[in-house]
């Protein structure tokens, strides 16, 4: 009889014991975290460490490739979640192929968004500009995120165009069909938005030119957010066209994802 209640207290413990690690494998979590992640010094901000740019062929365009194996994130003044980003000017014809600037860090009171971190501008008016900035999920060993009802994403974000969310899934790369909320009031996405908007399949890596936004009408955003499981990498994508003498530009200044991180199959 002890044996045998020493065996089933054992099996008990063993039990309880996998149930906790399930429970505490895949649960909410902070797994991305860029707000006020940046240390200011005396120069405002840091220039990004980006690839050398590509001229495309018969255009206008000048493209600063994306990669998701190299970051950009600024070598100093900087204490934050790896960057990943990609970048494309189009001015028009008498204008340069430049970025007016292309920050890690930025002074934070700077218009016409307040805390400022990351800003890609175009050199001049009348042109086109298309940024990608990207940041990976952060979490424990073998393990992967997912959106469920409990994920949420906070964001400050703005810009002369409309600006999309962006998420790499198993190795594909999605864009949300519909823009995010601009403006320094930021936006939020919970779980339920997360899960049923609409996405479409596109490819920003080591492209030139970067890849243009689906239309909604192409009947492209057919992939739903609750197929994502394996998530890699979130971000927001920006591509528009601003004439006048102000260049074009989209600043991020709050990207933080809580979602669930659950054991790689």
């Known amino acids: 009889m002890k044996?045998?209640?020493k065996k089933s207290t054992m099996k008990?413990?063993?039990g309880i014991t996998l149930a906790a690690f399930v429970a505490a494998s895949a649960q909410e979590e902070v797994v991305i975290n860029f707000s006020a992640n940046y240390i200011t010094g005396e120069i405002p901000r840091e220039n990004f460490v980006l690839p050398e740019p590509v001229d495309?062929?018969?255009?206008?365009?000048r493209t600063w490739k994306y990669s998701d194996s190299t970051a950009i994130s600024p070598t100093a003044n900087y204490a934050g979640p790896e960057i990943f980003g990609g970048f494309q000017t189009e001015p028009d014809d008498d204008g340069s192929a430049e970025l007016f600037w292309i920050t890690g860090l930025h002074n934070p009171t700077?218009?016409?968004l307040e805390n400022?971190?990351?800003v890609a501008s175009a050199s001049c008016g009348n042109s086109t500009l298309t940024a990608l900035f990207v940041f990976k999920p952060a979490v424990g060993a073998g393990q992967t995120v997912c959106f469920d009802e409990t994920s949420s994403l906070?964001?400050?974000?703005?810009?002369?165009?409309?600006?999309r969310l962006v998420v790499k899934n198993a190795g594909t790369w999605y864009i949300s069909s519909i823009p995010l909320k601009l403006g320094e009031e930021g936006g939020s996405l919970a779980g339920f938005d997360l899960l049923d908007s609409n996405w479409a399949e596109f490819d920003p890596e080591d492209a030139s030119p970067l890849p243009e936004i689906p239309d909604s009408s192409?009947?492209?955003y057919s992939t739903l957010g609750s197929s994502f499981t394996d998530i890699q990498g979130v971000g927001v994508y920006n591509a528009g066209y601003r004439a006048g003498e102000n260049a074009p530009y989209v600043a991020l200044g709050k990207f933080t994802l809580t979602a669930t991180g659950i054991p790689k199959k």
């Not at 495309?56 to 365009?61: E, I």
């Not at 906070?154 to 600006?163: M, Q």
């Open 218 to 220: 192409s009947g492209e």
């Open 3 to 5: 044996t045998t209640r």
């Open 154 to 163: 906070d964001y400050v974000v703005n810009s002369t165009s409309p600006t």
């Open 12 to 14: 008990t413990c063993i």
């Open 56 to 61: 495309v062929p018969d255009t206008n365009k």
């Open 116 to 118: 400022t971190k990351l």
């Open 110 to 112: 700077y218009p016409p």
